[in-house]
């Protein structure tokens, strides 16, 4: 098969290459592969089991059309200030441009109107005096929040738009490799996610590699084979923190999302609040390694009596060792099996005294885990010493600005890991150093989340009509 342009990956990046291009009636001829299935087709078991069935050959949760997205909470942050690093690559003023581009076409397929975190600028002055004291920078960013259901709804009413658009999408296909020929990348190799069977290749003129977190690592091994110029960048490991909702009242009404940034003594390491799902519920992912991975949703209607969010640190490696990925899957396995397969929950006090935490003591809090899965442990077994370090001194400052935040019955949720750290080196055009290969969206490391993700398709598809 010959295309124009061949997406290898249906989440926001690829999806909105696609959706720009049709926007612009070009006549190119486009197929997006996917290895996971539809979102009509996607479920997960565990709303009827209770429990993470490991599904094979990958987790419903983090593949399929429009990838981790139509799962998550569905936020979409409004700043270019948040969402990884795409303003160092095309500027700030031309991503903000973007970004307010971007939000009206999800408006357009049923986004919600409002928007979260800009109603009382005198109470943000409050929490930001607050942070200031504790040593913390507070990002106040507006969030429009699609909600888990809601974010389903628009995936798929933007899946049909393709297809009804002419768009070609290849369902339950594993791209196994890219073509070069002459420094020119010429197309791709397929085969049938489900058994790795039925090999075959499809040719393109332009060749957009758009797999998401969950392709990070597959990424990176096609950089190294096919001398993809690239260099590690950063990865982040770290808990998800759950709490009462009344402990972060004023921070759920004002801002929804509260994103904090500190560099904790001794090590001065970067750590940052990440997703926090106000009535929330924590929630298990699962990688092709079988690697468990905590995450956390909310929902539009449904909600529960906590708010989860993730607090997570930042590692950067160079010399000798320049596998940043690598790390942290050791990190999550070393915990998974602690777990025996599972999330580890523990809780703060029990860290702070040095003790695992039993099933039984759980009963006795006020806050009741959301992921009624999770094993109690010891999660400082498996964390490194310098991230927990950083973490445990993170969630203490924290609690200056939101006072309860580091009780002792605080829940931590691990392993919490971002793969997103194999930075490919582009032009402001998204061209590598292959003719005609093209990276975006969090597995290319420019990208952090939903939005940002959305505008680096939107850009490629301009670049691409």
């Not at 690093?85 to 999800?106: C, H, S, V």
């Amino acid at each position: 098969m010959k295309y124009d342009v061949v997406i290898v990956g249906a989440g926001p990046a690829g999806i909105f290459t696609a959706i720009e291009m049709v926007r612009n009636k070009t006549d190119k001829k486009i197929i997006i592969i996917e290895k996971g299935v539809s979102v009509e087709k996607r479920s997960c078991p565990k709303s009827k089991t209770k429990a993470c069935m490991s599904c094979k050959p990958y987790c419903h949760i983090t593949t399929g059309f429009s990838g981790a997205g139509a799962f998550s909470d569905g936020k979409l942050s409004l700043s270019c200030e948040v969402g990884g690093n795409l303003p160092e690559l095309i500027g700030e003023r031309k991503a903000q441009e973007t970004i307010d581009y971007t939000d009206k076409i999800y408006l357009e397929f049923g986004a919600d109107t409002h928007i979260e975190g800009i109603s009382d600028p005198d109470k943000i002055r409050e929490i930001r005096k607050k942070a200031i004291t504790a040593n913390l920078k507070l990002v106040d960013c507006p969030i429009r929040h699609l909600g888990t259901e809601m974010a389903q709804q628009i995936y798929l009413k933007i899946e049909k738009y393709l297809i009804d658009s002419g768009v070609d999408i290849l369902f339950s296909k594993n791209c196994d490799d890219i073509i070069i020929e002459d420094g020119v990348c010429k197309g791709v190799v397929i085969s049938d996610s489900r058994d790795g069977k039925n090999s075959e290749t499809i040719y393109g003129n332009e060749i957009v590699v758009a797999t998401g977190r969950k392709g990070a690592d597959w990424l990176e091994k096609v950089c190294q084979t096919h001398d993809i110029e690239h260099r590690p960048g950063t990865v982040d490991v770290g808990v998800r923190v759950e709490v009462r909702n009344e402990i972060m009242d004023e921070i759920n009404a004002v801002l929804y999302e509260s994103k904090l940034i500190g560099y904790p003594l001794p090590f001065k390491n970067k750590v940052r609040t990440f997703c926090q799902n106000p009535g929330g519920f924590v929630s298990q992912e699962n990688y092709d390694n079988n690697l468990a991975v905590v995450n956390g949703h909310s929902y539009k209607e449904l909600k529960s009596e906590n708010t989860n969010l993730a607090i997570l640190c930042s590692h950067n490696f160079s010399v000798p060792f320049n596998q940043p990925i690598e790390f942290a899957q050791k990190v999550g396995e070393l915990t998974n099996m602690l777990g025996n397969g599972h999330i580890m929950v523990q809780r703060f006090g029990d860290i702070l005294d040095g003790k695992r935490t039993w099933e039984k003591e759980l009963s006795f809090s006020n806050v009741k885990p959301t992921l009624p899965d999770a094993v109690a442990g010891d999660i400082t077994s498996a964390m490194p010493y310098r991230t927990m370090t950083n973490i445990i001194n993170f969630i203490k400052a924290v609690d200056n600005v939101v006072p309860g935040f580091a009780s002792r019955e605080t829940l931590l949720y691990s392993p919490e890991l971002k793969f997103y750290s194999n930075r490919i080196k582009m032009d402001e055009h998204f061209n590598t150093n292959i003719k005609g290969l093209h990276c975006l969206g969090d597995s290319s490391g420019w990208t952090r989340g939903l939005m940002m993700a959305s505008v680096m398709g939107v850009l490629m598809g301009r670049e691409l009509i």
